[in-house]
């Protein structure tokens, strides 16, 4: 499966890949050259983590290019009066009585915690598409659902400063 990002996903992720490359790589194998000079290295806690930490950014890069390279590119489309990738939707949580407001937004930026919800997920596909006043039913595994109202919709923009994902 392809994820849909955007033309700003893409350039973000670049950005990324040049600066793990350019910058942060140099840095982490100097740091793997220092630490080596410690001595034993069955012993040599720093020289590991250093390693380990070289890894794990090769392992990014790897995986922020797979993502390029088989990433599906949408334009943005907005429908007026309807939820869309993107806008601000405040949504009223009949069960648990609370109110909220949620940034529908493609799957390398979510960050629920934060608000930032993806367009993929229970929450964001029910909203998706939707009117205010209109409730939806949000499945989140087999038998499991709840009620949201939509309460307002804002426009939003694909805004740059929202940071992509870690893993």
Known sequence: MYDELTEVDIK?????IDYRTSVLGPQLLAEMKRTREFGDLSE?????????EKRRNEGRI???DNMI????????????????LFDYVTIYNEA????KKIQLVTTLRQDALHGFVSKE?????AVMGRQVGERVTVNVAPGRSYVVEIRAIERGEDNEDLPISGY
């Open 12 to 16: 973000k992720m670049q950005e990324e």
């Open 44 to 52: 040599n806690a720093e020289y590991k983590e250093a390693k380990r």
């Open 62 to 64: 790897r995986y922020l």
């Open 69 to 84: 390279r088989t990433a599906h590119i949408i334009e943005v489309e907005k429908k007026e009066n309807r939820a869309g």
């Open 96 to 99: 648990r009585g609370e109110e």
């Open 121 to 125: 997920s229970p929450l964001g596909s």
